[in-house]
């Protein structure tokens, strides 16, 4: 997917730092409104409704100004997530940095940091994680959904696999706790467990998340789905439109194998804070996202 041009803004808020709903529950930052990433599969499209922006998403990006964080001691123990509904690490903070003042300015704090990121522009700042690394927890996670570059480039416009696994090899080996984020599964299109043989030897979670097709983005994907992958389309028709949660069960299970073959931990909705044997990295079922909001990194999902 080629790189849209990008209409930029600049908008001020009163505080960087949002309670989070997410699964691991915390503080979710976004230093940026908007990503370039344009992920067709994208969840956070939604949030498109509150900037006032009529361009589609992917197509503009704002950039936060917000108070400089006096005390960030108050952020002791909490997670704290970067990049919830926006890559921080996108191509734009390369000129405007506001993930790397934004990580400045919690190198203090204490706080359990987790970047969640598509970009190696993460390796420009290894200097600053290494040092937040000595005083606090911290995790950088890289999505890796396919290993399959032309597939990738029909979802989004971010950097290649290749060089995110890169960037996570070297975020490893630099003793920096590594996630690889197998997410959104796409049924019959995502090989987790391809992708796991090529991530083991370098990340210490595995996070495992499916394919939710919701809101506008869902008939985008079945249109492509249709075209480009039409032999799938029975499958996504039975798993989006008539709800049979089969297809991702025999995934859980099929995970669930590949750990014990492996001798990895498999947990359910879970994230221990910890290093683990290279090539044994703890597989971590969020299957499900709707079944674990809310249940904050608890161990317990609410199944239906």
């Known amino acids: 997917m ?70 960030p001691g108050k952020y002791a123990g909490q997670k704290v997530i970067v990049g919830t509904v926006t890559d921080g690490y996108n191509p734009l903070e390369e000129k405007f940095g506001r993930t790397r003042l934004l990580l400045e300015q919690l190198k203090d704090s204490g706080a359990e940091i987790l ?46 696999i290749e060089r995110r696994l890169a960037a996570m090899k070297r975020v490893y080996e630099a003793g920096i706790r590594t996630v690889c984020f197998i997410s959104p599964v796409f049924p019959g299109i995502t090989d987790i467990e391809a992708i796991f043989e090529r991530a083991k030897d370098q990340c210490d979670l595995v996070w495992l998340e499916n394919l939710n097709l919701r809101g506008g983005f869902k008939a985008g994907i079945m249109g492509y789905i249709a075209q480009k992958r039409p032999e799938l389309l029975p499958l996504y028709e039975e798993i989006y439109n008539k709800r049979d949660r089969s297809c991702f069960e025999a995934l ?45 990194n608890s161990g317990v999902r609410n199944k239906r």
């Open 2 to 71: 080629e790189q849209t041009e990008i209409k930029i803004g600049f908008v001020r808020t009163g505080n960087i730092m949002t309670k989070s709903s997410a699964p691991l529950g915390g503080y979710s930052v976004n230093p940026y409104v908007g990503c370039p990433h344009a992920c067709r599969y994208c969840y956070a499209s939604f949030m498109k409704r509150f900037t006032g922006h009529t361009e589609d998403w992917g197509a503009f990006m704002d950039v936060k100004e917000w108070p400089a964080i006096t005390d």
């Open 115 to 160: 970047i969640c990121t598509k970009s190696d522009l993460v390796l420009r700042d290894l200097d600053l994680l290494l040092e937040i690394n000595g005083r606090n927890r911290l995790t950088v996670s890289w999505s890796v959904n396919t290993l399959d570059e032309a597939f990738k480039n029909d979802m989004d416009a971010a950097v290649s």
């Open 252 to 296: 859980e299970k099929k995970a669930e194998e590949m750990a014990k073959r492996h001798g990895c931990r498999f947990v359910d909705n879970e994230t221990p804070y910890e290093r683990v044997p290279q090539g044994h990295p703890t597989i971590v079922d969020y299957f499900y996202h709707e079944e674990v909001r809310g249940t904050g």
